[in-house]
């Protein structure tokens, strides 16, 4: 089982950036995948972002640009720099890590943005 814990998550005004972090229990480079997802109050959950242990990088359209993806090995963390946020990126958001068959999930982090 991986344990996973974010944190960064914070109150900021629409253009402003913060950096999430996320520290797996496991070793990151064991892991297949690392995606961060997010859930806005009265939405469906939505990802977000992902890299893999090869660090090959995705990303939804709606954060494209904006929002960077990264991880250090020797940390075993994963990031997700926030960059021109705006008030709809207000969310949960959550640290995934595809291990084996499993996705395990961290128990998220608030990202409030004001317009």
């Known amino acids: 089982q991986v344990h996973l814990v974010e944190s960064g998550g914070g109150l900021v005004q629409a253009g402003g950036s913060l950096r999430l972090t996320c520290i797996t229990s496991?070793?990151?480079?064991?892991?297949?995948?690392m995606k961060w997802y997010r859930q806005a109050p009265g939405k469906q959950r939505e990802w977000v972002a992902a890299?893999?242990?090869?660090?090959?990088?995705n990303y939804a359209d709606s954060v494209k640009g904006r929002f960077t993806i990264s991880r250090d090995d020797a940390k075993n963390t994963a990031f997700l720099q926030m960059n021109s946020l705006k008030p709809e990126d207000t969310a949960v958001y959550y640290c995934?890590?595809?291990?084996?068959?499993?996705?395990?999930w961290g128990q998220g982090t608030q990202v409030t943005v004001s317009s």
């Open positions: 995934v890590a595809h291990f084996g068959p499993f996705d395990y």
């Open positions: 496991e070793r990151i480079n064991s892991i297949n995948n």
């Open positions: 890299i893999s242990s090869g660090g090959t990088t």
